[in-house]
């Protein structure tokens, strides 16, 4: 996108500015004469803009969420990976335990103090887990909008 419309998109909101900025478009672009093709054009020519806009907010809105979406997904990820850490930690500490020979209570007080840590990891995964589905649903969503959009951006109207 070049000239005009990289203004059109730089301030969406404003729908005079939209209509303005479409007809110096279509006088960038095809100089409008008398003919009966020129006239379409000029009438048209806002609409096919606001298609453009329309579609070039969904795409980057796509790629927004689809970026969201790959975070989300390194995060489980890596909190895959720290749960397995936990649990070699948890399989090491019980090993020195039975080694030393710490006491009952002890030993009962610290297996506690980690289970209730590994409790609040799991919650967080359940919640990035909930996050993910989310957004790929959301994904979803903005592919069947961006799929009408172009529909109705190359249907003959």
Known sequence: MNGPLEAIVADPADD?????????????QYRPGTRP???????LGPVLVRLRLAE???????QESLA??????????????????LREVRAQRDAL???V????????????????????WRAQA?????????LRDEVHRLRAELQVLQRQNTSPT
């Open 16 to 28: 005079e500015l939209l209509d303005d900025l479409a007809r110096r478009y279509l006088a960038y």
């Open 37 to 43: 093709e020129d006239l379409l054009l000029e009438r």
């Open 56 to 62: 070039a907010r969904e795409t980057r809105s796509l």
């Open 68 to 85: 969201e979406h790959q975070d989300l997904l390194d995060l489980k990820a890596e909190l895959a990976a720290i749960t397995d850490s």
């Open 97 to 99: 335990l039975a080694l």
């Open 101 to 120: 020979g710490v006491s009952d209570l002890r030993r009962t007080v610290l297996i506690h103090e980690l289970v209730t840590e590994a409790d609040l």
């Open 126 to 134: 359940y919640a990035e887990a909930d996050k993910v589905a989310e």
